[in-house]
């Protein structure tokens, strides 16, 4: 069984900083690649960022040059660092891991920016 855990989330003021941190955990043989993605209340759930195993990443448009994905892979462990954060980057963040054959979701943080 694996498991994803978040940490990191809370209340901060616009234009400030937070890091999330997922730890994948359980019987795991290979990480193929790890991502955050979040929903906003009455929002579809969206990607914000993604880490293959290979080093590649993606990020979506709105928050290119804000955020920065990172990865422990002696930990199997995902980072979300968010500098400059605005209003509208409020939404709860989840993680999401391809591990094996299967594909994994964490239980979610709330990130909260105030203007």
């Known amino acids: 069984q694996v498991q994803l855990v978040e940490s990191g989330g809370g209340l901060v003021q616009a234009g400030g900083s937070l890091r999330l941190s997922c730890a994948a955990s359980?019987?795991?043989?290979?990480?193929?690649?790890m991502g955050w993605y979040r929903q906003a209340p009455g929002k579809q759930r969206e990607l914000v960022a993604a880490l293959t195993s290979g080093g590649s990443t993606n990020y979506a448009d709105s928050v290119k040059g804000r955020f920065t994905i990172s990865r422990d892979n002696a930990k199997n462990t995902v980072y979300l660092q968010m500098n400059s954060l605005k209003p509208e980057d409020t939404a709860v963040y989840y993680c999401?891991?391809?591990?094996?054959?299967?594909?994994?979701w964490g239980q979610g943080t709330q990130v909260t920016v105030s203007s």
């Open positions: 999401n891991a391809a591990i094996d054959f299967g594909r994994y």
């Open positions: 359980g019987s795991i043989f290979s990480i193929n690649a």
